[in-house]
């Protein structure tokens, strides 16, 4: 199979985005969050190295969500009826969301405390 030109796959890519935040909830709040992050990175003024800790982590949450979708889609295809294997996978998954969450709370605490209260 050929790869596709270059500009193919990134319109494949973007896409995929699209998808994501027209069909998924969860993707919507993160977006969300990742939009009020870049208002406050503005509004407070926060370094540049404060800036790409709370940018990775804001993004980080998005990938992660998009994989556990993709994972889910796919254990759905396999295998459409419930199963406890396929559910087990699936609570990975969320689970991977769950921590990469949390660690966005944890550094979102560390870097915004010293703007609001420092």
């Known amino acids: 199979m050929r790869k596709p030109p270059i500009h193919k796959s990134f319109i494949n890519s973007f896409r995929g985005i699209w998808m994501m935040l027209k069909s998924e909830r969860n993707f919507q709040i993160e977006l969300v969050a990742l939009l009020i992050n870049i208002v ?11 800036t790409v800790l709370v940018l990775t982590v804001s993004i980080g949450v998005l990938a992660a969500e998009t994989f556990n979708t993709a994972i889910e889609k796919i254990c759905d ?10 559910g087990f996978i699936k609570d990975i998954s969320a689970g991977a969301v769950t921590m990469i969450a949390a660690a966005s709370v944890i550094v979102g605490v560390f870097v915004y405390w010293k703007y609001i209260f420092g």
């Open 40 to 50: 406050l990175i503005f509004y407070l003024k926060l370094s540049a190295l404060d």
């Open 77 to 86: 295809i396999i295998h459409p009826e419930f199963d406890k294997r396929i």
